[in-house]
Structure formats: C-alpha cells, structure tokens
C-alpha cells in the first residue's frame, strides 16, 4: 500500500487528526503566552515591557477567538457542538475544555480588556460620531465615570483579574498538553511532562508573537521601538525558552533511559519520517538557533540594529521551531503503529476542510481580527488620551 | 457610599454577566430534551424510539424456513457461519412478501472483495485475494458458487484452491 512500510492496523493508515489539529495547540498557546506576558506588566510590575501591555492583550484576544475554529471544522457535525455546553459530560476533559475556555474569554480576557480600556471608551464615546460612537456607547455600559476614583477601582479589580488570570492561562494551554499526555494508549504522547512542556512552550510562542508584532506594529507606525522594552521580552524569551528546551530534553533523556517497549519504534521514526521537522526544523532551527541568537545579544555588546533584527530573525524562527514541535507531537504521533512494526504517511490536503489553505486562512485570520481591535481600541493612550470634565489623566 | 457609586460601572457589568448565565440557563431548559439524563448520559425517549422503528432484517430462521435447499449448500462450505442477510442485505420485507418483493441480483465481482481484498492488516489465515491480478474483473461466482465457495478439483472440496491461496504482503500471491 502506497505510503506504508510494515504493519498498520487498517484504523491507522489514514491519520485522524490533521493539520488544522496542529494550528490549534499552536493559537491557543499564542493565547497562553501573549497573555503571560501582559501579566508580567501587570502583577510583576515589570514596567519595561509596559508598551506592549495592552496589544498583548489584543494579541491574546484575536487568537482566542480563532482558537476553536480548527476544531470546528475538524468535526463531522459542528452544528451539534453547542451541545457541549448544555449537557457536558463531566468525565470528558474535551467538555471541560469548553469551560474553561469560555471562563477565560469571558471572565478573564474580556473583562481585562474592558476593565483597561474603560476610560478610553468612555473618551471615545463622546469624540466619535456615527457607528463608532454607538459601538462604544454600548461598551460604556452606560456608566461614563472616568473619576480618578473609578479608575483606581479599575486598576484594583484588575489587578486581581489578571491575578486570576495566570492560572487561569496556564489551565487554557495545560489542557492541551494534558489530553495528549493523558492518551495511555499512545506512547508518543503519554507522559505526564506534557502539560508543562505545553505551557513552556505556550510562553515561549507567545512572548515571540508579541515581540514581533510590537515592532512590525511601531515600525508601520513610523515610530522609534522601545529598545528596553524589547531587550526585555528578549531575555524573557530567552529564559523561557531555556526552561522549555530543558523540559524538552528531560522528557527525551527520560525516554531514551527508560527504553521501554515503544522506544525503537519511536527511535526509529524520529531518524526517519520525523527527521526534517523534529530534528532540523524544530530542534536545531526552531530552538537551538534561537536559543543561540538570544544568548549572543547578553553576552555580546550589539549595537540597535543589530540587536533587531537579531530578534526578528530569533522570533521568527521560534515560531516556526514552536509550530513544528506541536506538528511533531500531533502529527508524528499518529505515523507509527501500535505494534510498533509500521509506519505511515500524512497526505495532507490542499483546498479541503482540513487542509493547506484552511491552516493558512485561519492563521492569518487572527491577525486580521488584530488589526481590527486595534482600530476599536487603539492599544497607544497618547493618540486618544483626550480630556473630559471629571476625567482622570490618561495612565 | 461614594465607594459603590465608583464602583457602579463594575455592578453593571456583573448585571451583564448574571444576565448571560440566566439566559443561559433559559436556553438550556427549552434545549435540552426533557427526557435527557433519565437512564444515563442520553435522551431517554431515544431507547423507545429506535424500539419502535420497523425491523429490516429477517433473521436466519426465516430464511432456512424457505430456502434450505441453499442452506444445505452452504453448511458444507466455508461460508457456513456466514448469515444470509451479511451478503443479501436487510430482508424483513421480502420475507414479509416473497411473491411481490424480491431480493436484488448481487453483483459478485464488488461483493466478494469487501472481505477477501488482500490487506496485510488481515490474518494470514484468511482466504484473501488481489483481485485485479486474481480474476482480471471477472465476477468471482464465474468459478466459485458463493454458498460453498471451494472449487471441487476433482480430489476434495477441502484442498486449497486459487481463491485461498496465501497472498504475501502487498498483495501478490
């Protein structure tokens, strides 16, 4: 049979979860970290990555929404999926999933946001005509209050949002690495350093998002990049990054030293049909390059330029290192055979539900829903900071 | 007091949030079938409808009160624990009406192959084929009488014959 070598049960030969399976873990860890990072401003008074504060929350926003998309299309029956919600089944981690999901769109994105852009929106609602103004009538909820007071009642309320938020972040993306290294049956898969892996490297993907999109944003804007602001991220990312491979590598000495049953099989596809992602692409490109590029701006003087595209080129590959381990994880756990005799081929579709282009749409899509919230709600307080009768100084 | 009307902005969106749970928990009574939950994680009217729905299948006996010409056939071959309606298909209504309702001709050159199409996932045991380079697209009832499908040779019905020869792996014999 075209496309497998040695034995496969006849239910693995074609792979079950596709590509757009790989996007998923990959948005919702953008999600995780951009929102880890936000926090670092908020809850760890680290004032250097201020500037990015609120398009990290942007940031997080747009790809939250996307995130279940891929699973959406991924099911035979998406109509049906609302049902999850009205009578979840309290054993399926899935089901939960759709809670916590929910909690964390809701109760803690939604809720930081509005909380953080209340006094703008109020500002906002009464310079704007038309639409706009009616769009942000509406998110006032009624109460113009900007008093330094309500501010500072603000500032408090989110405080311990984002409080919240950061187990509530960590919950979002751990789920993730946990329904795969839940999967006993799979020993690609199942292992209990899966959700934390998964965060790490949520933080890790995120950190670098936000990175980038800060400085295409104020190079678009044709603004001077906060060069504190981005060393900061940068060794963030660099440390995350660190603990992340570590996590990596200890699962993989842990595997290779315990050597149980599973462990030639898996040898085997990862020097074979994992080869260029796993090895090349996610280890070498996507971790140790970065890694090393990062290092070398602590220890080396740079000058700005250099340092820049140091950490484009580093945030770049990141990704790409990022959204290969989740294509590793996913995808190279359904290549081999349970009987560990055999092995399989992902075909992956062009123009399908599941396929290339699908991915690609919904990768750009949050980015299109970025540039919208940040029409809405501009994340830069100098360009709307305004002045009412009663109103607090822009923060 | 002037605490609550600084803070009156964040009342009005836990009003917003308590507004979402209820309409959901309204959504959810009129959504949810009554039924669900009455036996276990489904709709329990489920199991009184699908009870009511019309048999399709016959079953064996039904088919031996007529036909035991054919089944005498077939309990000396292979196929002996092979049910009728596995290859005929559902038969209630043509056991309900033999005159009018007749079952259709199988075409033997699909059907055969859905359980004897070499596949390496299979038994080595089981009788399987590569049918293109086996029969050419020939039916496969040209040589082989699916109710006892052995061909006699002339010494046993018993010997292995072109259709159970062994096939190695990808399918050639």
């Known amino acids: 049979m075209p496309g497998v070598e040695g034995f496969m049960y006849p239910n693995e030969i074609e792979l079950q979860w596709s590509v757009l399976i790989v996007l998923y873990p990959f948005l919702t860890g953008l999600v995780a970290g951009a929102f880890i990072l936000a926090s670092l401003e908020r809850v760890f008074q680290v004032q250097e990555v201020k500037p990015t504060y609120r398009l990290a929350l942007l940031t997080a926003l747009a790809f939250l929404l996307v995130a279940p998309l891929p699973l959406q299309l991924h099911l035979g029956h998406p109509e049906r999926s609302y049902e999850m919600y009205l009578t979840p089944h309290k054993t399926s981690a899935m089901a939960m999933f759709g809670f916590v999901y929910l909690w964390y769109l809701m109760a803690v994105l939604v809720f930081e946001i509005w909380l953080d852009y209340r006094r703008d929106i109020v500002v906002l609602s009464q310079s704007t005509t038309g639409w706009k103004r009616m769009i942000y009538r509406v998110m006032t909820l009624g109460s113009n209050n900007i008093s330094e007071h309500a501010l500072h009642v603000d500032e408090r309320v989110g405080w311990v949002i984002t409080l919240i938020g950061i187990p509530s ?227 | 007091m002037n605490a609550f009307k600084d803070a009156g902005h964040i009342f009005r969106l836990a009003a917003v949030f308590v507004c979402g749970i209820l309409v959901f928990v309204g959504v959810r009574a009129v959504l949810v079938p009554k039924s669900f939950g009455q036996y276990g994680h489904y709709r329990g009217d489920a199991l009184a409808e699908i009870a009511a729905r019309p048999v399709n299948f016959a079953g064996h006996q039904a088919c031996e009160d007529c036909h035991s010409d054919v089944l005498d056939k077939k309990k000396a071959g292979k196929h002996v624990h092979v049910n009728c309606e596995a290859c005929h298909g559902a038969q209630a209504k043509h056991a309900e009406d033999p005159a009018s309702v007749q079952p259709a001709k199988l075409d033997t050159a699909v059907l055969c192959v859905r359980c004897h199409e070499a596949n390496i996932a299979k038994p080595k045991s089981f009788p399987q084929v590569a049918s293109a380079d086996h029969s050419s697209g020939l039916p496969c009832d040209t040589c082989h009488q699916p109710h006892s499908p052995a061909i006699d040779t002339g010494e046993t019905a018993q010997a292995t014959t072109p259709a159970t020869t062994k096939v190695a792996p990808g399918g050639t014999k």
Not at chain 1, 208 to 234: G, H, N, P, Q, S
Not at chain 1, 291 to 319: D, F, N, P, S, W
Not at chain 1, 328 to 349: D, E, R
Not at chain 1, 355 to 375: E, N, R, S
Request: charged share 15%.
């Open chain 1, 169 to 395: 972040a960590f919950l979002l993306h751990g789920y993730v690495g946990f329904i795969f290294g839940s999967i006993k049956a799979n020993p690609w898969w199942s292992s209990p350093l899966m959700p934390v892996v998964f965060i790490f490297s949520a933080m890790v993907s995120g950190i670098a998002t936000v990175m980038l999109i800060y400085m295409f944003v104020t190079w678009a804007r044709k603004e001077t990049i906060d060069m504190r602001c981005v060393d900061t991220i940068a060794r963030y990312l660099l440390y995350t990054f660190i603990i992340d491979f570590g996590l990596e590598m200890l699962d993989l000495i842990h595997r290779i030293y315990e050597s149980d049953e599973s462990f030639r099989s898996l040898d085997f596809m990862v020097h074979t049909k994992l080869y260029v992602s796993h090895i090349v692409v996610q280890i070498l490109l996507g971790t140790v390059t970065p890694i090393t590029l990062l290092a070398l701006t602590q220890v080396v003087r740079l000058g700005e330029m250099a340092r820049k595209r140091i950490y484009a080129l580093a945030g770049c590959l990141t990704l790409m290192g990022i959204f290969a381990m989740r294509w590793n994880v996913v995808i190279g756990g359904q290549l081999f055979s349970k009987s560990f005799l055999g092995y399989t081929t992902y075909k992956m579709g062009l123009v399908t539900r599941e396929g290339l282009l699908m991915a690609i749409v919904l990768t750009i899509l949050p980015l299109i829903i970025l540039w919208g919230l940040v029409k809405l709600l501009p994340p830069w307080p100098e360009k709307n900071a305004g002045s009412l009768a009663g109103a607090a100084p822009a923060r």
